[in-house]
C-alpha cells in the first residue's frame, strides 16, 4: 500500500519534472511570446497608430480636427499597414489640457463632432479591417465635471468623489497651508483651495484637473460603467491614461521624501503605483475580458521594475501591454544614441518582462519631441524599421512615418499648459506643441489639413516638401519604407520568430529574427552621423555568414539603386549615415 503511494509518489514527481523541463524549454526559446490557444491577438498582429484628432484632419475648416477629418484620411491608416487605431481623448472638454480633462466621458465635445460622426468612425475603420482604441482618462476629470461641481457642494455621493483635505494650518495672512509637500505633475503644489468647500482638493496635473477618489465605491462604478459604456459601442479596447497615478496614499499628512542630491525631488512613494492601483486595474482587466478580445494598454512612465508590475502575472492579467518608454527615455538625442544603448534599451524590456508576455517599442507620442528633431532625420527609417521589426507591438505616432519634425511655436502661439506656465524665456523646454502641429497631407492650402485659413497649432513650414502626397509619388521615401517594412513584418518569421544581436557596437546595431523552417533576417543599423563601411563580422557574439541578400533600406541610402535581391557582403556593407538595411540571410 504505502510502496505503491511511494511509487504513486515518484512518478508525480517525474511528471511533473518533465512538465516543468517541457514549459522551461518552451518559454526560454520564446519567452517574450503570449501562447494564445486561439492564435494571435489583433494587437499581436501589427501596430498601433496613435491619432492626435486636433491635428490629423479637420472636416469642417474650423481649424481644429475632427473624427470626420478622421474618417475622411481612413484610407492612409489603412495603408499603413497598422492594425489598430488608438485616438486621443475625443470627450467633452473644456479642452485646459485638450481633452485630458474630461467633463462628460459618455459624450464627444462638439469640436470633433456627434455621437453619430463616432459611429461612422468606428464603422468605418472596422470596414476597413482596422481597430479602434479609445484613449480613457481615468485619474483625473475636469474641474467642470458635474461630479465636481456636486463634490465640492457636498451633494451626497458625490461628497466624496474627489481627494479632498484640510488644511494642514493657517499662514499669518490667514492663507490656508496644504496638507503635505505633494507636488503637480505640471510644477507647483498638488493641492487647489476650494473656497466653496473650505478644503484642499488633489491634482497630479493642472487644478483643471481634480484626482478622482479611487477609494470610494460609487467612482469605481461610474468609471466601470464608461468602460462597459464605449466597449458596447463597439470599441477595441483602451489606452489608460497617466495609471501609475490612480490612487494616493490614504495618509494625506504624509510628506513624500525629498532626493538626497536635489531638494526640489521628491521620490514619489505615495502618489505612484500604490498597491490599490493594481487591484483597480485588476477589475478593469476582468471587466474588459468579459467581452470579445479587447485591448488594455497602459501609460506608465517609471523604473522598470515598476512598470513590469502593470502586467500582472499569469495567472492575474493586468495590462496587455505598459507602454515601452525606455526607447524615447534612452534615446533622448543623438548624442545619446549608440549601438549599445539601442542594443541595451531593447534587452531591458526583454529581460525584465515577465514569463510569457507580450512587449512593445514606442518612439514618439504627443508627449515628446519628433524622432527627427531628436534623433535626426536620417534615422527615421531606420528606428521605424527597428520597433516595426522587433518581437511585439510597435507604437506610432502620427506624422512619424512620414518623418515630421518638431515645429517651431512662438509663445504668443504657444498652446499646451505645460508650456504656458513656464512663461516666455522657458516654455520651449516644456511645451508639447512642437510635436502636436497639425499633421502634414499635401503642399497646398493648409497642408491638406483644413479649408480653414487658421488652424489651432501653425502648421510646420517644410510641409512643402514633408507632406503624405508627396512620398506617396515618390520612389523612395519615409512612407513607402513605412509601408513596405510592415508588408514584411507579415512574415512568420518576424510573427513567430526569435530575436538574437550578433553585432553591435558604438556607431553599429543589427539584430537578427529567425525561425525553424523560415527564412532569417539580419537588421543593421549605422546610428553613426558620418557614412561607414561596416564588417558585422569584427567582434559578432556568433558567426555570420559572409554574404546576405538586400530586402530594403532606408529611403536616404546612397544604395538606393542596390535592388532587393542583390548580394551585400557582411565583411563590408556600406551604409550612409543613420541609414537601416533588412538583409536575407542565406538558408545553409
Ligand atoms: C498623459 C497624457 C498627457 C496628459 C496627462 C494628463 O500623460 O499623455 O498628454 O497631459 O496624461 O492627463
Ligand atoms: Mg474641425
Ligand atoms: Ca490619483
Known amino acids: 500500500m504505502q510502496r505503491s503511494y511511494m511509487f504513486a509518489g ?52 474650423d481649424g481644429t480636427g475632427d473624427l470626420m477629418g478622421v474618417v475622411a484620411h481612413s484610407d492612409h491608416l489603412k ?44 464603422a468605418s ?96 462604478e461610474e468609471m466601470k460603467n464608461v468602460l462597459r459604456f464605449w466597449l458596447d459601442k463597439g470599441v477595441d479596447g483602451f489606452r489608460v491614461d497617466a495609471v501609475k497615478y490612480l490612487v494616493e496614499a490614504q495618509d494625506l499628512n504624509l ?69 515601452n518608454f525606455f526607447m524615447l527615455e534612452a534615446l533622448n538625442n543623438r548624442s545619446t544614441l549608440n549601438g549599445y544603448a539601442l542594443k541595451d534599451t531593447i534587452s531591458l524590456w526583454l529581460d525584465y518582462m515577465p514569463e510569457g508576455k507580450w512587449p512593445n517599442w514606442v518612439l514618439g507620442n504627443h508627449d515628446n519631441g519628433r524622432v527627427a528633431s531628436r534623433l535626426g532625420k536620417d534615422m527615421v527609417d531606420a528606428l521605424n524599421m527597428v520597433v516595426l521589426l522587433l518581437p511585439g507591438t510597435p507604437v506610432t505616432y502620427n506624422g512619424e512615418e512620414i518623418g515630421m519634425e518638431n515645429t517651431f511655436i512662438s509663445w504668443e502661439d504657444t498652446r499646451d499648459p505645460e508650456g504656458c506656465r513656464w512663461g516666455p524665456d522657458h516654455y520651449q523646454e516644456h511645451s508639447r506643441d512642437p510635436e502636436r502641429t497639425p499633421m502634414q497631407w499635401n503642399d497646398g492650402h493648409m497642408a491638406g489639413f483644413t479649408n480653414g485659413n487658421n488652424t489651432w497649432l501653425p502648421i510646420n513650414a517644410n510641409y512643402q516638401e514633408i507632406n503624405v502626397a508627396a512620398q506617396k509619388n515618390a520612389t523612395h521615401s519615409h512612407l513607402k519604407f513605412y509601408q513596405h ?77 542596390t535592388p532587393s535581391g542583390s548580394t551585400v557582403f557582411l565583411d563590408s556593407l556600406t551604409l550612409v549615415a543613420g541609414e537601416g538595411v533588412l538583409l536575407k540571410l542565406p538558408e545553409d
Open 485 to 561: 517594412v510592415t508588408e514584411i513584418r507579415q512574415e512568420e518569421t518576424f510573427k513567430k520568430g526569435k530575436v538574437t544581436f550578433p553585432t553591435y557596437d558604438d556607431s553599429t546595431f543589427s539584430f537578427i529574427r529567425s525561425l525553424e523552417g523560415h527564412p532569417s533576417y539580419l537588421a543593421v543599423v549605422n546610428v553613426a552621423t558620418v557614412n561607414r563601411t561596416v564588417n558585422l563580422h569584427l567582434g559578432a557574439n556568433f558567426q555570420l555568414p559572409d554574404k546576405a541578400e538586400m530586402v530594403i533600406h532606408s529611403s536616404t541610402s546612397v544604395a538606393k539603386e
Open 125 to 220: 475603420l472596422h470596414r476597413n479591417g482596422l481597430k479602434v482604441v479609445l484613449d480613457f482618462v481615468p485619474n483625473h476629470s475636469s474641474n467642470l465635471h458635474e461630479w465636481f461641481t456636486k463634490s465640492e457642494a457636498r451633494e451626497g455621493n458625490y461628497t466624496d468623489y474627489y481627494v479632498w483635505a484640510e488644511a494642514k494650518d493657517y499662514d499669518k495672512n490667514n492663507t490656508p497651508i496644504p496638507p503635505n509637500n505633494w507636488m503637480s505633475e505640471f510644477g507647483g503644489s498638488a493641492w487647489e483651495w476650494s473656497g466653496i468647500r473650505g478644503q484642499f482638493y488633489y491634482h497630479q496635473f493642472l487644478a483643471e484637473q481634480p484626482d478622482l477618489n479611487y477609494r470610494n465605491e460609487h467612482v469605481k
Open 79 to 122: 495603408d499603413l499597414g497598422v492594425v489598430t487605431v488608438w485616438l486621443s481623448p475625443i470627450f467633452k472638454s473644456p479642452m485646459k489640457d485638450f481633452g485630458y480633462d474630461i467633463s462628460n466621458y459618455m459624450a464627444i465635445d462638439p469640436i470633433f463632432g456627434t455621437m453619430d460622426d463616432f459611429e461612422r468612425l468606428v
Open 10 to 61: 515518484a512518478f508525480v514527481v517525474l511528471f511533473v519534472g518533465i512538465i516543468v523541463i517541457v514549459v522551461v524549454c518552451v518559454s526560454s526559446m520564446n519567452g517574450w511570446k503570449e501562447h494564445n490557444a486561439d492564435g494571435p491577438k489583433f494587437w499581436e498582429q501589427g501596430g498601433v497608430y496613435q491619432v492626435y484628432p486636433r491635428s490629423f484632419g479637420d472636416s469642417d475648416g
Open 255 to 323: 510628506d513624500e521624501p525629498t532626493d538626497s542630491d536635489n531638494p526640489e525631488l521628491l521620490h514619489h512613494i505615495f502618489t505612484t503605483n500604490q498597491p490599490e492601483t493594481f487591484q483597480i486595474l485588476r477589475e478593469w482587466r476582468e471587466l474588459v475580458d468579459k467581452y470579445h478580445e479587447k485591448v488594455l494598454m497602459v501609460e506608465v512612465y517609471s523604473e522598470v521594475e515598476d512598470v513590469m508590475k502593470y502586467y500582472g502575472n499569469q495567472s492575474v492579467p493586468l495590462a496587455h501591454f505598459p507602454f
